[in-house]
């Protein structure tokens, strides 16, 4: 079964960089049969998708982050990142990597979620 | 980026049917059958429970069903238990050029 797991800083400072992990278990990325995602969630925006991976490293950004964000994927290691630059306040969040089999179509599973707070 | 439109709160007592809309435009809804549901407890992921419009992922009870109208998604709840007590999100694909967003949750209360 798979599972995906976040990681990284829960506090960054504004104007500095956001800078996640997600950790594939269950499931080989180099496979080549998902897409990998970052979606985020705050109480003011809901639900926000932020970015999509392939295991080729094709990547496709939902176009409100597209200048500050950057995706990548290590099949070595099972595993995709996301960074995001000059964050605000405003970039505070709980962010999920998740898995879908087709982009922007459905999205399963999540992980857990790792809250990140933007503040001085 | 399109917006989908939920109720804010949906109630109900166990055992009873309960049905969430989920409004959008013939961009996202209405262009495709790529509908899908999200139940998320509070302090969990969210978790998907409808795919497609109507499909259920492995695991999911068949209580929960799917479908759509027009640029209108639903997702019935039948006989409602308490571990229904939860928020649900929509999402619909929009088209390869475009980004959809989700929708704005429903709260489920069990009475």
């Known amino acids: 079964q798979v599972q995906l797991q976040e990681s990284g800083p829960g506090l960054v400072k504004p104007s500095q960089t956001l800078s996640l992990t997600c950790t594939v278990s269950g499931d080989s990325m180099s496979r080549g049969d998902y897409y990998w995602s970052w979606i985020r969630q705050s109480p003011g925006k809901g639900l926000e998708w932020i970015a999509y991976?392939?295991?080729?490293?094709?990547?496709y950004y939902n176009p409100s982050l597209r200048s500050r964000s950057f995706i990548s994927v290590d099949t070595a290691q099972n595993q995709f990142s996301l960074k995001v630059n000059s964050v605000t306040v405003a970039d505070t969040a709980v962010y999920y990597c998740?898995?879908?089999?087709?982009?922007?179509?459905?999205?399963?599973?999540w992980g857990q979620g790792t809250l990140v707070t933007v503040s001085s | 980026q399109s917006v989908l439109t939920q109720p804010a709160s949906v109630s109900g007592s166990p055992g009873q049917s309960i049905t969430i809309s989920c409004t959008g435009t013939?961009?996202?809804?209405?262009?495709?059958?790529?509908v899908s549901w999200y139940q998320q407890h509070p302090g969990s992921a969210p978790k998907l429970v409808i795919f497609d419009v109507t499909s259920r992922p492995s695991g999911i009870s068949d209580r929960f069903s799917g479908s759509k109208s027009d640029n209108t998604a639903s997702l019935t709840i039948s006989w409602l238990q308490a571990d229904d007590e939860a928020e649900y999100f929509c999402y619909s694909y929009a088209g390869s050029h475009s980004i959809s967003a989700f929708g704005t949750g429903t709260r489920v209360t069990v009475l």
């Open positions: 998740v898995r879908g089999a087709v982009p922007l179509v459905w999205f399963d599973p």
């Open positions: 991976i392939y295991y080729s490293g094709a990547t």
């Open positions: 013939s961009s996202d809804i209405g262009g495709y059958n790529y």
